[in-house]
């Protein structure tokens, strides 16, 4: 608070499928919400006071690595990172 920040533009991708759409709906809430990005020092960078990710997973690629696709287990993590953060089923987010 009461500093500069640097903004920065995110790109993230989801399955086209039914899960995907509910993750989503999920996601959506969380962003309207304040629960996706938070103003900190980038582990990737090491640049302070910039946007950075909080701990929803989210996948930046989709050509695999860490942060891409294929990964069978994203649904359950990211559904599960929203879990700790209390964001309501698919359902309740709309």
Known sequence: PGQ???GTARVAYLPDNEEGRKLLARLRYAFRHG????????LTTGQSNTITWTS????TSLYGGPH??????????CNDSLDALHVPAAEGCL
């Open 56 to 59: 929803i997973h989210h996948k």
């Open 35 to 42: 629960l996706t990005f938070r103003v900190g020092t980038s």
């Open 4 to 6: 500069r920040y640097s």
């Open 68 to 77: 891409g696709f294929p990964d069978p287990n994203y649904i359950k993590n």
